[in-house]
């Protein structure tokens, strides 16, 4: 039988030693492709670059952290006040949840940036403006998730939970909220968290030309950025 591994009555085979040195030419093989057709790029300018590139990096991971800490208690509590909380929270965190969902990226981030300083009179810093809406928006997405892990946990968990005289927020966090988020319901969920192309998004906010307000000079017909 063919192919790199197979199998026999106590498991997958070990590949034979032609296999392993053909798996071997291949990747040579395919580094020595990669390196000829990256030889001809400038890498001097990324190595001049490179502490740049890494302060950068660093500042990219921080926030993705950021977002994430701060997004992900606030998913859970919007997802647990959707599911079960007073009819006035439950349709608030449904009308949250479904407008971040719905408005793209953005201009979620444009709106906290931008509007925020029209309502309040204070302008935010664009670090705060980022962590902000990425963290809304991770609230939003992941939301949604645990709603999901929330909706796999038996009933009869809970119903064991009240025969056992628990409350209502110890039957949450003791009972049902622990198995909600193990679930694979919240594990194979597609959720579009703050990475590389949230990181993005919020690069406008980093350049100094890009904070000021637009503005058309009287006279002028020319967009003053």
Do not use: C, H
């Amino acid at each position: 039988v063919g192919g790199a591994v197979r199998d026999s009555a106590f498991g997958p085979a070990e590949a034979t030693a032609a296999e392993k040195w053909a798996w071997r030419l291949v990747v040579i093989g395919t580094l020595a492709v990669l390196a000829v057709l990256l030889s001809g790029e400038r890498w001097q300018v990324v190595i001049v670059s490179g502490p740049f590139l890494l302060k950068s990096l660093g500042v990219s991971w921080l926030l993705t952290l950021a977002a994430v800490a701060i997004g992900l208690p606030m998913g859970i509590l919007l997802a647990v006040l959707r599911r079960s909380g007073p009819p006035g929270l439950s349709q608030i965190a449904t009308a949250i949840i479904e407008i971040v969902r719905a408005t793209p990226q953005l201009m979620v981030i444009f709106w906290v940036f931008f509007a925020t300083p029209a309502f309040t009179g204070q302008k935010v810093p664009p670090w705060n403006a980022a962590v902000i809406s990425l963290s809304l928006i991770a609230a939003a997405y992941l939301a949604e998730v645990v709603r999901a892990g929330l909706g796999s946990v038996p009933r009869i968990q809970v119903e064991g939970g009240w025969a056992r005289g628990l409350t209502r927020r110890q039957i949450l966090f003791a009972t049902v909220l622990p198995p909600a988020l193990r679930s694979r319901a919240y594990v194979d969920e597609d959720v579009a968290l703050p990475g590389p192309a949230g990181r993005v998004l919020v690069a406008p906010l980093t350049v100094a030309r890009l904070l000021q307000l637009a503005a058309v000079r009287p006279g002028d017909r020319a967009l003053v950025v």
